[in-house]
């Protein structure tokens, strides 16, 4: 079988991406996505996520980007050893959880946990609390050694792609991607939501791809490419 797990990244990070990520799912074939504790849109979220209860829900841990953490990924290698990893992405996990949220997976804004130092702090609050699911590694940089989620206990789709398409990418491209898809359970990762002014004021260079993203995840197009495919769309809870 091929099982299609469509997960939208940055859930929480402004209202308007909030209700395009609920558009796709609600209109289209997104099934998951990642919730930003420190996310300026996080309340709304979460109101989001207890009306649509067949959203799959994770968190998306942050290290870089947002208000009070170093911009890049090179200023957060430079500032590793001043930043308490652990402390500080329990706290984000632990905020989700007392919203009244049970996450079904975790992964990180830009990827922070390809470094091991990030990866095995996320997949030790994996397994201390219970959230079976984390991103796959991908590239170079999974080969470097950390504990390992075979060591853990916690469990990664067998394939993940979206990377290379983020923000580049329509629904003839998704149809294509759909129709070549591997056997197993892959990981979509995708950034869908609406741009309103809320978006264009906010630092992020996904604004207006964030619609484009949109509409190829409800088209009719990408539909049909699925059930001629013969993919499963899930969830993690489903796997």
């Keep these: 079988m091929k099982y299609l797990i469509p997960n939208a990244d940055d859930f929480g990070f402004t209202r308007d991406v909030n209700d395009g990520i609920v ?11 990642t919730l930003m504790a420190n996310g300026a849109a996080f309340e709304h979220a979460v109101e989001l996520a207890c009306q649509n209860p067949e959203l799959d829900i994770g968190v998306h841990l942050v290290l870089v980007d947002l208000e009070g953490f170093p911009p890049t990924i090179p200023r957060l290698l430079f500032s590793m050893g001043r930043i308490r990893i652990y402390d500080e992405l329990v706290r984000q996990v632990r905020k989700v959880l007392d919203a009244g949220l049970k996450p079904s997976h975790l992964d990180t804004h830009k990827h922070t946990h390809l470094l091991p130092q990030v990866f095995n702090a996320v997949t030790r609050i994996a397994e201390e609390f219970h959230i079976p699911w984390v991103r796959r590694r991908f590239g170079p940089f999974r ?35 759909i129709s070549r898809l591997p056997e197993g359970s892959t990981e979509f990762m995708c950034h ?7 978006l264009r004021a906010a630092r992020t260079r996904l604004k207006e791809s964030r619609r484009r993203e949109l509409d190829a995840l409800v088209s009719p197009e990408v539909r049909a490419a699925i059930d001629e495919s013969g993919v499963k769309l899930a969830r993690y809870r489903d796997l």
């Design 192 to 198: 869908p939501g609406l741009c309103t002014e809320e």
């Design 23 to 33: 558009e796709a799912h609600r209109n289209g074939i997104l099934t998951a996505t």
């Design 143 to 177: 080969w470097l050694p950390t504990r390992g989620c075979r060591t853990t206990g916690c469990k990664s789709t067998d394939h993940f792609t979206g990377f290379r398409l983020t923000g580049r990418y329509g629904a003839a491209e998704l149809a294509e991607l």
